[in-house]
């Protein structure tokens, strides 16, 4: 621990030796925190660190294993939600929990609801909310249907939640991993705010960014351990990554962008094409692209603006309504997934659990899934083949635990992300499609598959990436195109590109017509 | 007067409907899958007939039928949210056990393989309109529905049953209780539910084994039918109670096969479900366990 220690007095939560356990995982080991009231803290750490164990054991819905929680000087150890939304502690969840039938009126009061014992008082919670939605600045309509909320709006409802049980103390997990940069700035606003009116925060994040921009002080843990406690203002981003990762990490947005004559043949061609979604009509509507061979095409873009329903379509999960897409020049709009990876698509699926891997099979199985073919003869699989395989990409890809006969569930999310990844970069294919390549990826190996996907770049690939985050974008991308409401709004040479000039156009605030 | 004697036996078949299909609803938008709607009416038809038989009152029948159908109620509620026990298999395994039980016990109360003496009942006697209307049952069974959207829609324990049934974890990050709505809301589902067995033994003066004859099954299609709203499967319930009374009428005509006319709730159900009449939309974590 470093050197900031405070007055136990001032401390709204103290969190000391605790540990957790889910089955054979062990979540936290004698965790530490420490969180000075009134202030902005940050917990920091990688995928599985154990942020959001210890965050929902404060908030009493889980009971810690072993350690005390303390919050405001009581013990509260083992308390349960109703008890810890009593004492003031309010959390925001990573995933919302808002049911989405309801409206925001009633989701707000849920659970503390205005009006006698029996009736519910629809009229006040409205009221009570409206005045709310007054005092906070948390601009949204309390009469809505949270269905039909955008996700910055609710979040809002979230955070309303909290300050209507009167919340002193403010829990928020990754609040900003789905909003546009405008979004970002309003809630930064807004907690800033909340934290001058004498509420404590604490936020768990990875960004490196948002921590130097809005807290006072830094929590960083590791493998379910508190490692290290810093001042903010006292403290570097390359220090925080280090305490992080446990060694040093390139964290410089690297732009190496490679030039690709116009008059280059694309690899990848889409003309027009139309998707329908779920829910509307046109997800994908007359989306126009190209990507060469040897550059990256990235599409930002605020998640739910048609991307999935356009990934869907290229690999051929989803037919296109209407347009054309050709690969290498043939026309592949009709043609089923198989033909579309035998012609020489490959992809990185959006959610690896989904659809990147079986997790009960193991590494060896995982890294031939589609690729099958290749290694057996006749009906029977190839096992020697299959493990030499395998073996050769645990070792190129660095997959931790080496051993390929272990089932890839056990494995941390960076590891089985390189599995997808050694995959698909092993097909012969000629184009990638490259969908939140590092989504819930830990620092480092965010690193190496950002290197893997320039190496198949330089090796001539051309590669579409899509992305909720605008700095992985700005890092890999050639040419930026923005996609709002299932459209491509415009489009940006690297060079040209920043958060700033393509903020607007991720909320739809600016909009250039279809640019192609 | 050919209409009244129409409507009036319509409404005669529809207020089990209405009972069953009312204690679904409640069920089911709090997240608990009620296949089990027609054990619970056989059980409170059995119980109906043991407490009028016993006591010689109507009223006590209905209290006992009422009781049976709370009980069974409960014991779905344990197996399903304390043992977290398949809802569905449950349900089927609920429906079994009571077919099985009522029979065991018919024999050994009343000495009978097929059916309860004559008991005490509601109604006055023959199957006009006026005997229809002395059965408090009936009256009941008319206000089950709107009674049904108002504790739904505008109390707070509608409220809360509502985010149960649609997103628990979200209802038990704000400190409700999920566990607690669930058991009541599948207690007073078995207790309504049980109201149609009840009203069928009382109606007729006597339990016959299986007397409920798939009613269950009709009311769980018009919950479905109905979107899992009191006032909708209300009328699903009508609608489906005057096709019934519609083919027992034609019978005699010989128009068209009776057993086609019977196939219309269900027709009707897959019609909705495949999303014909506007999307059918379950509570969301309907027959999901809450973590």
Same mark, same amino acid.
């Given at each position: 621990?470093?050197?900031?220690?405070?007055?136990?007095?001032?401390?709204?939560?103290?969190?000391?030796?605790?540990?957790?356990?889910?089955?054979?995982?062990?979540?936290?080991?004698?965790?530490?925190?420490?969180?000075?009231?009134?202030?902005?803290?940050?917990?920091?750490?990688?995928?599985?660190?154990?942020?959001?164990?210890? /965050?929902?054991?404060? @908030?009493?819905?889980?009971?810690?294993?072993?350690?005390?929680?303390?919050?405001?000087?009581?013990?509260?150890?083992?308390?349960?939600?109703?008890?810890?939304?009593?004492?003031?502690?309010?959390?925001?969840?990573?995933?919302?929990?808002?049911?989405?039938?309801?409206?925001?009126?009633?989701?707000?009061?849920?659970?503390?609801?205005?009006?006698?014992?029996?009736?519910?008082?629809?009229?006040?919670?409205?009221?009570?909310?409206?005045?709310?939605?007054?005092?906070?600045?948390?601009?949204?309509?309390?009469?809505?249907?949270?269905?039909?909320?955008?996700?910055?709006?609710?979040?809002?409802?979230?955070?309303?939640?909290?300050?209507?049980?009167?919340?002193?103390?403010?829990?928020?997990?990754?609040?900003?991993?789905?909003?546009?940069?405008?979004?970002?700035?309003?809630?930064?606003?807004?907690?800033?705010?909340?934290?001058?009116?004498?509420?404590?925060?604490?936020?768990?994040?990875?960004?490196?960014?948002?921590? /130097?921009?809005?807290?006072?002080?830094?929590?960083? /843990?590791?493998?379910?351990?508190?490692?290290?406690?810093?001042?903010?203002?006292?403290?570097?981003?390359?220090?925080?990554?280090?305490?992080?990762? #446990?060694?040093?990490?390139?964290?410089?947005?690297?732009? @190496?962008?490679?030039?690709?004559?116009?008059?280059?043949?694309?690899?990848?061609?889409?003309?027009?094409?139309?998707?329908?979604?779920?829910?509307?009509?046109?997800?994908?509507?007359?989306?126009?692209?190209?990507?060469?061979?040897?550059?990256?095409?990235?599409?930002?873009?605020?998640?739910?603006?048609?991307?999935?329903?356009?990934?869907?379509?290229?690999?051929?999960?989803?037919?296109?309504? #209407?347009?054309?897409?050709?690969?290498?020049?043939?026309?592949?709009?009709?043609?089923?997934? %198989?033909?579309?990876?035998?012609?020489?698509?490959?992809?990185?699926?959006?959610?690896?659990?989904?659809?990147?891997?079986?997790?009960?099979?193991?590494?060896?199985?995982?890294?031939?899934?589609?690729?099958?073919?290749?290694?057996?003869? #006749?009906?029977?699989?190839?096992?020697?083949?299959?493990?030499?395989?395998?073996?050769?990409?645990?070792?190129?890809?660095?997959?931790?635990?080496?051993?390929?006969?272990?089932?890839?569930?056990?494995?941390?999310? #960076?590891?089985?992300?390189?599995?997808?990844?050694?995959?698909?970069? @092993?097909?012969?294919?000629?184009?990638?499609?490259?969908?939140?390549?590092?989504?819930?990826?830990?620092?480092?190996?965010?690193?190496?598959?950002?290197?893997?996907?320039?190496?198949? %770049?330089?090796?001539?690939?051309?590669?579409?990436?899509?992305?909720?985050?605008?700095?992985?974008?700005?890092?890999?991308?050639?040419?930026?195109?923005?996609?709002?409401?299932?459209?491509?709004?415009?489009?940006?040479?690297?060079?040209?590109?920043?958060?700033?000039?393509?903020?607007?156009?991720?909320?739809?605030?600016?909009?250039?017509?279809?640019?192609? | 007067?050919?209409?009244?004697?129409?409507?009036?036996? &319509?409404?005669?078949?529809?207020?089990?409907?209405?009972?069953?299909?009312?204690?679904?609803?409640?069920?089911?938008? &709090?997240?608990?899958?009620?296949?089990?709607?027609?054990?619970?009416?056989?059980?409170?038809?059995?119980?109906?007939?043991?407490?009028?038989?016993?006591?010689?009152?109507?009223?006590?029948?209905?209290?006992?039928?009422? $009781?049976?159908?709370?009980?069974?109620?409960?014991?779905?509620?344990?197996?399903?949210?304390?043992?977290? &026990?398949?809802?569905?298999?449950?349900?089927?395994?609920?429906?079994?056990?009571?077919?099985?039980?009522?029979?065991?016990?018919?024999?050994?109360?009343?000495?009978?393989?097929?059916?309860?003496?004559?008991?005490?009942?509601?109604?006055?006697?023959?199957?006009?309109?006026?005997?229809?209307? &002395?059965?408090?049952?009936?009256?009941?069974?008319?206000?089950?529905?709107?009674?049904?959207?108002?504790?739904?829609?505008?109390?707070?324990?509608?409220?809360? $049953?509502?985010?149960?049934?649609?997103?628990?974890?979200?209802?038990?990050?704000?400190?409700?209780?999920?566990?607690?709505?669930?058991?009541?809301?599948?207690?007073?589902?078995?207790?309504?539910?049980?109201?149609?067995?009840?009203?069928?033994?009382?109606?007729?003066?006597?339990?016959?084994?299986? !007397?409920? $004859?798939?009613?269950?099954?009709?009311?769980? $299609?018009?919950?479905?039918?109905?979107?899992?709203?009191?006032?909708?499967?209300? +009328?699903?319930?009508?609608?489906?109670?005057?096709?019934?009374?519609?083919? +027992?009428?034609?019978?005699?005509?010989?128009?068209?096969?009776?057993?086609?006319?019977? !196939?219309?709730?269900?027709?009707?159900?897959?019609?909705?479900?495949?999303?014909?009449?506007?999307?059918?939309?379950?509570?969301?974590?309907?027959?999901?366990?809450?973590?």
């Amino acid at each position: 621990m470093t050197a900031a220690t405070t007055g136990t007095g001032d401390l709204a939560i103290r969190i000391r030796a605790v540990d957790k356990w889910f089955g054979a995982v062990h979540a936290n080991r004698a965790a530490d925190l420490e969180v000075v009231r009134n202030e902005i803290n940050a917990l920091v750490g990688e995928n599985g660190a154990g942020k959001s164990t210890l /965050m929902k054991i404060v @908030s009493g819905l889980q009971p810690p294993d072993r350690g005390t929680i303390e919050v405001n000087g009581r013990d509260v150890t083992g308390w349960s939600t109703a008890e810890a939304i009593r004492a003031g502690v309010g959390m925001v969840h990573q995933h919302f929990m808002l049911v989405p039938t309801l409206s925001v009126a009633e989701n707000v009061v849920l659970g503390r609801e205005p009006g006698g014992r029996a009736m519910f008082d629809r009229a006040q919670a409205i009221r009570d909310v409206e005045s709310l939605v007054a005092s906070s600045g948390l601009a949204v309509d309390a009469n809505r249907l949270v269905a039909d909320l955008s996700v910055g709006e609710a979040q809002r409802v979230e955070i309303l939640k909290t300050l209507y049980r009167g919340a002193r103390i403010l829990l928020l997990d990754e609040p900003t991993a789905v909003l546009s940069p405008p979004e970002v700035a309003d809630l930064w606003r807004v907690l800033r705010r909340v934290r001058d009116q004498g509420t404590t925060i604490v936020l768990i994040t990875h960004k490196l960014d948002e921590i /130097m921009a809005v807290t006072d002080r830094i929590t960083v /843990m590791r493998q379910g351990a508190t490692v290290a406690r810093m001042v903010t203002k006292e403290s570097t981003p390359e220090g925080v990554a280090r305490a992080m990762v #446990g060694r040093d990490v390139s964290l410089a947005v690297q732009s @190496s962008a490679a030039q690709v004559s116009a008059d280059t043949a694309p690899a990848l061609e889409i003309r027009n094409l139309t998707v329908r979604g779920a829910r509307v009509a046109r997800a994908v509507n007359e989306v126009s692209l190209a990507v060469r061979p040897g550059e990256i095409l990235g599409i930002a873009g605020v998640e739910g603006n048609g991307q999935s329903e356009l990934l869907d379509a290229i690999v051929g999960f989803r037919a296109a309504e #209407g347009g054309s897409l050709r690969l290498g020049g043939a026309d592949l709009t009709r043609a089923s997934v %198989r033909a579309r990876a035998d012609a020489g698509l490959a992809h990185i699926p959006e959610d690896r659990h989904h659809r990147g891997l079986i997790l009960d099979y193991s590494i060896a199985e995982n890294l031939i899934l589609g690729l099958q073919h290749r290694f057996s003869t #006749g009906a029977q699989l190839d096992r020697a083949k299959i493990r030499a395989n395998a073996e050769q990409q645990v070792r190129a890809f660095d997959i931790r635990p080496t051993d390929p006969a272990l089932a890839v569930r056990g494995l941390s999310g #960076g590891n089985q992300q390189k599995v997808v990844i050694a995959r698909e970069l @092993s097909r012969e294919f000629s184009v990638l499609v490259a969908a939140q390549p590092t989504r819930g990826v830990d620092v480092g190996a965010i690193e190496f598959i950002h290197d893997a996907l320039r190496k198949a %770049r330089n090796a001539g690939k051309a590669i579409l990436l899509v992305s909720a985050e605008l700095r992985e974008i700005l890092t890999l991308s050639d040419r930026i195109a923005v996609m709002y409401g299932g459209r491509i709004v415009t489009e940006f040479a690297r060079a040209d590109a920043t958060e700033e000039v393509l903020g607007p156009f991720m909320t739809g605030a600016r909009r250039d017509g279809a640019a192609a | 007067m050919t209409l009244l004697l129409f409507l009036s036996q &319509a409404i005669r078949i529809a207020v089990p409907y209405l009972f069953a299909a009312g204690g679904g609803v409640l069920a089911e938008r &709090a997240g608990i899958v009620s296949l089990s709607l027609e054990g619970y009416m056989l059980g409170g038809a059995f119980g109906a007939a043991i407490g009028a038989h016993v006591t010689g009152s109507a009223w006590a029948g209905l209290a006992a039928g009422v $009781a049976c159908g709370a009980l069974l109620g409960s014991l779905h509620a344990l197996c399903t949210i304390r043992f977290r &026990a398949d809802q569905i298999v449950t349900g089927v395994a609920i429906n079994l056990f009571v077919v099985g039980i009522t029979r065991f016990f018919l024999q050994l109360a009343f000495d009978s393989s097929s059916n309860s003496p004559r008991v005490a009942g509601f109604g006055g006697e023959g199957a006009g309109a006026w005997a229809l209307a &002395a059965n408090p049952l009936v009256w009941l069974g008319i206000l089950t529905m709107p009674v049904l959207g108002v504790v739904i829609y505008r109390t707070t324990f509608g409220l809360r $049953a509502r985010a149960v049934g649609e997103h628990p974890a979200a209802a038990e990050s704000l400190g409700i209780r999920v566990s607690a709505v669930r058991y009541a809301a599948v207690i007073g589902s078995g207790a309504l539910a049980s109201l149609g067995g009840v009203y069928l033994t009382l109606d007729q003066h006597q339990f016959t084994d299986s !007397m409920t $004859a798939g009613r269950g099954f009709i009311a769980l $299609a018009a919950v479905i039918f109905g979107r899992w709203d009191p006032k909708r499967a209300g +009328i699903a319930c009508l609608l489906f109670a005057a096709a019934e009374t519609l083919q +027992i009428q034609l019978q005699g005509a010989q128009l068209i096969p009776s057993q086609f006319v019977a !196939m219309i709730p269900y027709v009707l159900t897959i019609v909705a479900v495949a999303g014909v009449v506007g999307r059918s939309t379950p509570p969301a974590a309907l027959g999901r366990a809450a973590d």
